[in-house]
């Protein structure tokens, strides 16, 4: 009896341990093929995530251009015209980048659309030269407007002066107006035509400096009409201090 059961426990070792070792071996396989490869998705699904939220950034950023053009009361159509054209490339080329993307099957592929984004320099060129076009353009309106404002007043001291009063000071504020006019629109108007043609193969040179250039004479622009804006209003104040003396 002993002898059988010694028997029986050696027959059952033999039978057990490979059988355990086997699953085992088999549980390690399947570790080693389905979590790397369950990661390696789950990567390339999060890749193409932050590859879209980009694309979509800049989708935004093309939107508002257009509406700043849309809303634009001074933009001449021509330069809304090419600016358009630009924004509707740059939302084409997006468009490829986002179908790209979403085609890729490695990470690699979509690191190479994630690289292209920001090479689009939509932020860099894009924008500024739309946005400085839209101001130039207004200045120049707005230095027209203010010719007229001079040619008013021009009237009205020459009345003035017909009429007995000493408007020499006026005449003084006028041609300072006239000047700051003449100036403010010489500084403007030459940047919308000195950014337009800039393109994303223009960065950093030339379009950082030309854009910089831009922004300081659209500043300097603003600044002088303002001051001739300021001046009519002086030589309005002044005539009208003219009439009242003389009631």
């Known amino acids: 009896m002993m002898r059988r059961s010694i028997l029986i426990a050696v027959v059952l070792a033999v039978t057990i341990v490979p059988t355990a070792a086997l699953a085992a071996e088999d549980t390690g396989r399947d570790t080693t093929t389905t979590v790397p490869e369950r990661t390696r998705d789950r990567a390339l699904e999060e890749l193409k995530e932050r590859a879209a939220q980009m694309i979509d950034r800049q989708m935004d950023l093309l939107g508002r251009l257009r509406s700043s053009i849309a809303g634009s009361e001074h933009i001449t159509d021509g330069h809304a015209a090419t600016l358009s054209g630009n924004i509707g490339a740059a939302a084409a080329a997006l468009e490829r ?14 690191w190479e659309v994630i690289r292209a984004i920001p090479a689009l320099h939509i932020g860099n060129v894009l924008a500024p030269k739309t946005h400085q076009v839209i101001a130039s353009d207004a ?10 404002f001079a040619d008013k007043l021009e009237d009205l001291i020459t009345r003035a002066e017909e009429n007995g009063h000493d408007v020499d000071e006026a005449w003084r504020m006028l041609e300072d107006m006239t000047d700051g006019i003449a100036e403010g629109v010489r500084l403007a108007d030459p940047v919308a035509e000195s950014v337009i043609g800039l393109d994303a193969s ?15 004479d659209l500043r300097a622009a603003g600044q002088t009409l303002r001051g001739a804006y300021a001046t009519g209003h002086d030589i309005v104040q002044f005539l009208r201090d003219l009439v009242a003396e003389a009631a």
Do not use: H, I
Not at 139 to 148: F, P, Y
């Open 139 to 148: 200045l120049v309106a707005l230095g027209s407007k203010l010719e007229r």
């Open 202 to 216: 223009d960065w950093p040179d030339p379009a950082q400096s030309t854009l910089a250039a831009g922004r300081r």
């Open 97 to 110: 980048l986002a179908a790209q993307a979403e085609a890729a099957t490695t990470v690699a592929e979509v």
